[in-house]
């Protein structure tokens, strides 16, 4: 399959993919949400990013966003996704359809649905095979054996022919991963893929994604709200709260010293966190909000146990949180750490101003 | 079930004030067949007990027969066989009346909060319904309890005239408690109560569920699939795979030394919120098999990591023998699958059946494999089995050569340590070796 085998650090090379300043808008009759409002991520050859947060907080809405899948009365107002060179919000339906399923794919939720029930399961392997790669005939059915074979699913021979219906609730899922590495894709997008399976057949599915990511060296979002299957899996975590990124940071810092207080609840809210059995769950007062204005105040502040006046002023931006840490980011009036207060409330107040809108 | 788990079950009845007692409980769905029908066994044959006040934690993957064991608790499936006691009365066969006094007693509060309420009524309808069934006191009495039991679960007095569709969905949970509580029941089924909240809303209903015990003397039965929460709120924890009950025992004992190879699989499969964390995770491979023809020995051994080896075979090489376990499960598989229409024209015809295809599945499995010519032999024969279409003499055939007592006799319960923890394996058997010390050198 893929022959690049080039392995990346952030650090080296160009990011596979930017997203620059995006905005995602529903417009209702009665308030237009912002469910994706002004966020900016990378991601790398080889590297998982994950995406966590409640629902509502807007990470489905992203995914959609890059693939171009956002329906009406959803609307990508404003941003760049950056892709080989080219913006993606410029592409022509058509172009976008060769990117699709071509050179990144994604994986949903659900894996019935995404499957066509009065179809084969090598039918819609081949389809993708046809479609952006022109094989057909026998050598399409070869290489979707051998597809459903490198997704570990046994007797493929026989498989292939079955249709969804006779396949398990793991086994559709590695066949939905089988048809979106038809292509050769080099980003994976992953949409809760394992949310819906039982965890023994989640921890064979995690299995396999890190099996062909080192194979072929894909990079892949994956977006959950399991804290446990992000720790698992990514590389660097994006955390997201009512459309904004609220904290970013490589995976064992973000667990190991949680920055924005959004974070720190968060985690402090799952149970088993060497808690002992008496004592209380720690929760986060309040509900998650619905974005629907301009962003001139912190979004967390209701909820926020450590909120202070001007939390409701002035509108954070991603930030280094200070020196000691290595590409982690929050957005809060609490950093950059190593600066007085004041000082550090500026700096966000500044960076509001500069960001403007680039669409 | 087998006399160690009778024993232990008055041993524990001795020890504390037992609320629930379930002797050999089973609850099969009929299909209906006129003659020979396959009843697909959701629950198959469990015992356990529940003392007052405490958590009972059942977990499981789904199709393991949770809810249902939960269902046929609260008289909503009908037991096939077997018992359950409610306070000494077996409410298996209760009718009438004392059917009505049953369910005031034993409450349940469901996974779903949108389809276990009624959209068209009001939350204080809702609430109130329970109490009118029952006619409880007047009806402004009514009124005032539920109004008393909305400021219990953390609602707002005011909130008695509003619809379930203008809550959140931790809110709406809290409706469906208060309807639970609304009878002063003693026994309350927990069925997956917060999977479908989010963690910071889930911690806020475990949280509110340990103060209802605190303050009401509630016993629970807690359903769930997500192990942190059970640890975090039950003090025992019951494991059920295949309509059976695995494991059963103090929680803290059960997650830090699980004894059975199955809730050791599921336990090492949870990922921690830990990115650190260097963990030797058993996957489990395939999935559990059909319900409706459950495995005739332990239910567990056709995806076991640590099954009995016979002992010709003790030595074998793990992948080959692990490869044949797989060549088992494609069998399997395909005795399971109805052959398609096109399949049975290309067999009438006489034309090779899709179903075949032997030659390509052996070098499949065994091809990079270095496969001693003895055991190629016995793949080779049941392969000619297969060919044939005769899945069923190639399984058994397969089964006798490389089968186990495992696969052979169904286990019983034995204890485990000494606080009253039951395992279903054979392999606490004095003979063999500790499920836990084949772990080790598995990982190794």
């Known amino acids: ?104 794919a994604m994986v949903f939720q659900d894996p019935l649905t995404s499957l066509n029930p009065v179809y084969t399961v090598g039918n819609q392997i081949k389809e993708a095979l046809r479609l952006h790669r022109g094989l057909s005939g026998s050598k399409a059915t070869k290489e979707a054996i051998e597809l459903l074979e490198a997704v570990g699913i046994p007797d493929a021979h026989r498989r292939v022919r079955e249709y969804p219906h006779q396949f398990s609730g793991g086994m559709r899922q590695r ?146 949180v200070g020196d000691s840490a290595d590409d982690h980011r929050a957005s809060c009036l609490l950093y950059p750490e190593d600066l007085p207060s004041e000082e550090a409330v500026a700096v966000h107040r500044e960076g509001g101003q500069r960001g403007g809108d680039t669409r | 079930m087998s006399t160690t788990s009778t024993e232990e079950e008055r041993s524990t009845e001795a020890r504390g004030d037992t609320i629930l007692e379930v002797n050999d409980l089973k609850t099969y769905y009929e299909d209906g067949g006129f003659l020979g029908s396959n009843p697909v066994k959701a629950v198959d044959g469990v015992s356990f007990d529940i003392q007052r006040g405490e958590t009972l934690g059942l977990v499981g993957e789904s199709g393991c027969g949770k809810s249902t064991l939960g269902r046929t608790l609260m008289r909503l499936e009908e037991a096939t ?26 409450q349940m509060v469901f996974q779903d909060p949108d389809s276990s309420l009624n959209e068209r009524m009001t939350v204080g309808e809702i609430v109130r319904e329970p109490l009118d069934v029952h006619d409880w006191k007047t009806p402004s009495e009514r009124r005032e ?39 002063e029941p003693e026994f309350i089924i927990l069925d997956e109560p917060v999977s479908a909240l989010d963690v910071s809303v889930q911690a806020k209903i475990l949280n509110l569920l340990e103060d209802l015990q605190n303050e009401f003397g509630l016993t629970y039965l807690f359903i769930a699939h997500d192990l942190a929460v059970v640890r975090h709120i039950c003090d025992r924890v019951a494991v059920m795979y295949l309509g059976n009950m695995m494991e059963i025992g103090p929680a803290d004992e059960m997650f830090d030394q699980p004894a059975n190879p199955y809730t050791h699989a599921l336990l090492s499969s949870i990922p921690e919120p830990d990115p650190t964390i260097e963990r030797d995770r058993i996957t489990l491979r395939g999935t559990p098999p059909s319900p409706r023809d ?105 089964h006798e050569e490389f089968g186990s007592v495992c696969d052979h006799e169904r286990p019983d319960q034995l204890t485990v340590g000494n606080r009253g923890r039951l395992s279903l394996c054979h392999r606490h058997e004095p003979e063999y070796e500790e499920p836990a010390a084949v772990f080790e050198t598995l990982v190794q």
């Open chain 1, 1 to 104: 399959m893929s022959t690049e085998q080039a392995s990346s650090t952030r650090t080296e090379g160009e990011p596979l993919l930017s997203i620059e300043n995006l905005r995602t808008s529903f417009y209702t009759d009665k308030e237009v949400i912002r469910a994706v409002d002004g966020i900016s991520f990378d991601i790398f050859r080889g590297e998982t990013v994950g995406i966590v947060g409640e629902s509502g907080s807007g990470k489905s809405v992203t995914a959609r966003s890059i693939m171009r899948l956002v329906e009406n009365p959803g609307r990508i107002e404003n941003g760049r996704i950056m892709y080989d060179g080219e913006d993606l919000l410029d592409k022509s339906p058509k172009q976008m359809r060769s990117i699709r399923g071509g050179s990144i």
């Open chain 1, 175 to 320: 066949a939905v991963i089988a048809m979106a590495l038809a292509c050769d894709p080099e980003l994976l997008i992953c949409d809760e893929p394992t949310t819906a399976l039982d965890v023994t057949i989640q921890a064979q599915i995690l299995e396999l994604l890190e099996e062909i990511q080192e194979e072929r060296d894909l990079g892949i979002m994956f977006i959950t709200h399991d804290m446990g299957v992000i720790a698992e899996i990514a590389d660097r975590v994006n955390v997201m709260y009512a459309g904004e990124i609220v904290e970013s940071a490589p995976v064992v810092e973000l667990f190991e010293s949680p920055k924005h207080p959004y974070t720190q609840g968060l985690l402090n809210s799952i149970p088993g966190q060497g808690l002992d059995e008496d004592e209380r769950l720690a929760t986060i007062e309040g509900d998650v909000p619905t974005p629907n204005e301009d962003p001139t105040y912190c979004r967390f502040a209701p909820r926020c146990p450590k909120a202070f006046a001007e939390c409701d002023t002035v509108h954070p931006v991603p930030v280094d």
């Open chain 2, 81 to 106: 066989a077997g018992e359950v006691k409610l306070n000494g009365t077996d409410i298996t066969t209760l009718s009438g009346s004392d059917l009505k006094q049953f369910r005031k007693d034993v």
């Open chain 2, 145 to 183: 309890r539920v109004r008393e039991l909305l400021e219990t679960v953390g609602l707002q007095e005011q909130h008695y005239y509003r619809y379930p569709h203008q809550f959140s969905g931790g809110q709406r949970q809290r409706i469906g408690i208060a309807r639970a509580l609304a009878l």
């Open chain 2, 294 to 398: 459950p495995p005739a020995g332990c239910p567990f051994s056709t995806r076991c990591p640590v099954k009995i080896r016979p002992e010709a075979y003790r030595d074998m090489d793990p992948e080959l023998w692990e490869r044949i376990e797989v060549f088992r499960e494609v069998l399997r598989e395909r005795s399971r699958a109805d052959p398609s229409l096109s399949d049975r024209v290309r067999k009438l015809l006489g034309r090779e059946s899709h179903r075949a295809g032997m030659d390509e599945i052996i070098p499949e499995l065994f091809g990079e494999l270095d496969v001693p010519s003895s055991v190629m032999t016995h793949i080779r024969e049941a392969a000619d089995y297969a060919e044939n279409d005769d899945e069923d003499a190639a399984q058994t055939y397969l």
